[in-house]
């Protein structure tokens, strides 16, 4: 049946429903509700398990968040155009209200219970920056512990493509929507149809989730902490349930193998479905998976050398493979305090932060992808010095990028440094010094997590000033969304408050 078809059949079925309002806002957000209502009653289901105090608050807050979102649903239907810059609006609308009702079970159990930071720790968790000021971690409910660990797991490949992954009909609108929210510069479907798309990202996510946690219990950990780590491990976010992070388990054998599932999650997970699938050129051949892996072998080389860490020669490696991977993937979790590592090495790590790993992945930063572009159009730009007549393409590994491909991504990342550098400043004018500012601004930009100096893996964001936490939460959303969509929606607003005002 095609994609028209079924639109058709949905907008019959909505009207004898009762859904007669057009809006792609309300039917995407109303759905997002929903998702997200479940994970805080399963998170209240866990708490009931592990005798927790915040049974029956978790329950009826999350029944009413997934009624009020599945109202919105079914009152709702598609439009049957869908522009662009709704898109945007739609992606941006979604994460805010997320990040909204994802800081009620902080304020309603009352573990966070000052809105703001209830509203960090929300929008640290769906954005999978790891970030927290939640203090102490040990101690709190298991159901608030589990709720942090579903948000990111929720965010790390995009609640959005859940959402579109069961949906009866997205029509043209639904590759529109996956691009606004993929954390990559390019969207690329798996099949034809988008909506079979999501649904194998999601089927490898899953399981990838699954089998994380079955090796994580394997090597010793709870059936509780094997399902926690394994969605912040899979998701790159970094929320733990104990205070020192996966520094807590003190094992070699969880760490290698939080070692090899952050290296798997920060590459494509479209070329990771292709491999499992059989087909492992795709992932062998690409260009950016080649300089991912080089990036994580050198600088994992570089800090080996330049940081004079106790221990044997194989717990130096592993220490400096986990930090590496845990700041290219921008995982965040924690073994060791880097913060006191030599300069050369907190160099090393800051530079690092806003880069990210793959796109494609479930890494935050700017991506090798853009990297490598940027890195052919210099080279070009350079030549031209030389040869003004000169016709050269921009290259990404084999293929040739189009000149305006090339231009928005010059321009992403002329609008990525300055978010960075506006932020760090903004951060600095609140008081904390200059390691503290830029690691902060590049920890949440990034979505990595853990910065140096004040906001190093010992410390939390609460080091921070009230308003630089309020940077930093723009900056995570920003970074997690790849700022346009963001810019964009708000400029839809700004033109439809002018309309207006010139109607009035």
């Known amino acids: 049946m095609s994609d028209r078809m079924m639109g058709s059949l949905a907008r019959d079925l909505g009207e004898r429903w009762g859904r007669t309002y057009e809006t792609l806002i309300g039917h995407i957000v109303g759905l997002t509700l929903a998702v997200a209502g479940l994970g805080i009653a399963a998170s209240g289901i866990v708490d009931a398990l592990r005798g927790g105090p915040d049974v029956v608050l978790l329950v009826v807050l999350g029944a009413v968040v997934a009624t009020v979102g599945f109202a919105m649903w079914r009152l709702t239907v598609l439009p049957r155009q869908i522009r662009i810059l709704d898109v945007f609006l739609t992606v941006t609308m979604a994460w805010v209200v997320l990040a909204v009702v994802g800081a009620l079970p902080y304020v309603f159990t009352g573990w966070i219970p000052a809105f703001d930071n209830a509203m960090f720790e929300s929008i640290s968790g769906f954005t999978t920056t790891g970030a927290t000021v939640l203090r102490p971690i040990e101690g709190t409910g298991p159901g608030i512990l589990f709720w942090r ?92 349930p104990y205070n020192s992070s996966l520094g807590h388990f003190d094992s070699a054998a969880i760490e290698w193998i939080c070692i090899v599932a952050m290296f798997l999650a920060g590459s494509s997970f479209t070329l990771l479905y292709r491999a499992i699938r059989g087909r492992p050129g795709p992932m062998l051949r690409s260009k950016e998976f080649h300089l991912y892996t080089v990036v994580v072998l050198v600088v994992a080389t570089i800090l080996f050398v330049v940081n004079e860490a106790a221990g044997s020669v194989a717990d130096r490696i592993r220490g400096a493979l986990f930090t590496t991977l845990t700041v290219v993937s921008t995982t965040g979790y924690a ?112 979505n990595v997590g853990p910065g140096l100096s004040d906001v190093g893996p010992t410390n939390d964001f609460l080091e921070l000033p009230r308003f630089a936490r309020w940077v930093t939460m723009g900056q995570m959303l920003l970074g997690r969304l790849e700022i346009y969509p963001v810019i964009l929606a708000l400029s839809v607003v700004t033109l439809r408050r002018r309309h207006r005002d010139l109607d009035v």
């Open 149 to 240: 660990s579903v948000t990111q797991w929720m965010g790390g490949m995009g609640v959005i493509v859940l959402v579109v992954a069961v949906l009866p009909t997205v029509g043209s609108g639904g590759m529109s929507l996956l691009e606004a929210e993929a954390p990559g510069p390019t969207g690329e479907r798996l099949t034809p149809r988008v909506r079979q798309t999501a649904r194998r990202l999601w089927a490898v996510y899953i399981g990838f989730t699954i089998v994380l946690g079955a090796a994580y219990m394997v090597a010793g950990m709870s059936l509780f902490d094997a399902t926690a780590h394994s969605f912040t491990t899979v998701s790159t976010g970094g929320f733990s």
């Open 335 to 446: 073994t060791d305090d880097f913060g006191s590592w030599s300069d050369a090495a907190q160099a090393v790590i800051i530079i690092l932060l806003p880069i990210g790993a793959m796109a494609g992945s479930t890494a935050g930063g700017v991506k090798m992808v853009r990297v490598l572009a940027v890195a052919s159009y210099t080279h070009r730009e350079a030549l031209r010095h030389l040869h003004p007549r000169l016709v050269r393409p921009v290259r990404v590994g084999g293929g040739i990028l189009p000149d305006v491909v090339a231009a928005k991504i010059v321009g992403f990342l002329v609008l990525a440094l300055a978010t960075f550098g506006g932020g760090a400043l903004l951060i600095a004018m609140t008081g904390p010094d200059l390691i503290t500012s830029f690691s902060a601004a590049g920890t949440a930009f990034g």
